[in-house]
């Protein structure tokens, strides 16, 4: 069944209204939260998560030591390592754990390894590390906030998206393969999608959802 249900919303309430309605959750944090899940995903890694950052100020639930579990989790189940991604970009990997330390905690609880601890670069990010074959949470301010609280209210299904060139997809390829998955999820669960702009003060991410929308409606017709 194509989805007969396509909406857009904006930031971390949004994405958990969206949640609760039961819908298929897609993320859209251009500069850089998205674009570099779909940087990872081109460098093959297993699955993406977003997190909040620790003490994040957000007007809904989330809860990243549990985001940080299932990523180890499904870490360990593959035998893979869990490579984070955090905040500052300017900064040392101390000061990029020091503000993801729930995130930390539930991956070690799932007694899954952290690989590296990467700063949010977009499609950049894949440059710095190997990423195949591993899992990546990326807890950012906007993004991961935005995608955790989706999970944390129950969404079926949360993915990330980006309009962005990323070093393997150029021009509209990046969008094509963000609006893909949201079908092939929402296909198999039988539900809507909601596209997320993670912020609503970020003009390039509401653009962005507008024309990952237009492109489902244009898909799924």
Same mark, same amino acid.
């Given at each position: ?5 396509? #909406? ?38 297993? /699955? ?50 020091? #503000? ?7 991956? %070690? ?10 700063? #949010? ?5 894949? %440059? ?10 990326? /807890? ?8 955790? /609280? ?18 393997? %997809? ?15 999820? /929402? ?32 898909? %799924?017709?």
């Amino acid at each position: 069944m194509i989805p007969t249900i396509v #909406n857009m919303t904006v930031n971390a309430s949004g994405a958990a209204a969206a949640a609760k309605n039961g819908q298929v959750v897609v993320i859209v944090d251009i500069i850089d939260m998205t674009t570099t899940c779909e940087a990872a995903l081109d460098a093959g890694a297993l /699955a993406v998560y977003g997190a909040a950052p620790d003490n994040v100020n957000c007007p809904v639930e989330t809860n990243p030591e549990k985001i940080g579990f299932m990523a180890g989790s499904q870490a360990v189940d593959a035998d893979a390592e869990v490579v984070v991604v955090a905040e500052p970009r300017v900064g040392g990997v101390k000061e990029r754990m020091n #503000n993801v330390s729930q995130v930390v905690e539930g991956i %070690k609880k799932a007694g899954a390894k952290i690989g590296a601890v990467l700063p #949010n670069l977009g499609s950049e990010t894949g %440059k710095l590390t190997e990423l195949e074959g591993k899992v990546l949470v990326a /807890a950012t301010g906007t993004g991961g906030v935005a995608f955790d /609280a989706a999970v944390t209210a129950g969404a079926p299904a949360v993915l990330t998206a980006t309009v962005a060139r990323t070093m393997r %997809k150029k021009g509209t390829m990046p969008a094509k393969e963000g609006v893909k998955r949201a079908l092939v999820a /929402a296909e198999q669960l039988k539900t809507g999608i909601t596209v997320v702009a993670a912020s609503a003060n970020s003009l390039e991410d509401i653009l962005a959802a507008e024309y990952l929308v237009k492109q489902i409606i244009m898909e %799924k017709n």
